[in-house]
């Protein structure tokens, strides 16, 4: 199995950034896909971003587009969220999420086709 701890959530005035951090422990070696959701009271679970374990593919949601960015550093095992020029609207408790190798996937951009989840980090954005 896969486990992942998230860390950076906190409070930031509207227009301030965070850096989230998911490090990823077990068998790593059958990552495909590590991806970011969010949750907000009331509402269902969305996605973020995602990126490719190995690298060379990434992929936003609109709302993100632009102002978050997912990067990687394999050697630590880790997968970070940059976030930047926050709204008050980005105030949800994010998830790391990964794809085990093998398992069903379709392109990403559904919690669903993701095998192993962190705990969430909580990110409030003040007005």
Partial sequence: QVQLVESGGGLVQAG????????ASGRTF????MGWFRQAPGKEREFVAASRWSGGSTAYAD????RFTISRDN???TVSLQMN???PEDT???FCAADAKGTYFSG????NEYDYWGQGTQVTVSS
Avoid: D, E, H
């Fill in 16 to 23: 301030g950034s965070l850096r989230l951090s998911c490090a």
């Fill in 30 to 33: 059958s990552i495909y896909v």
């Fill in 63 to 66: 709302s993100v587009k632009g």
């Fill in 75 to 77: 050697g630590k095992n």
């Fill in 85 to 87: 020029s926050l709204k």
């Fill in 92 to 94: 949800a408790v994010y």
């Fill in 108 to 111: 990403g951009y559904k919690a």
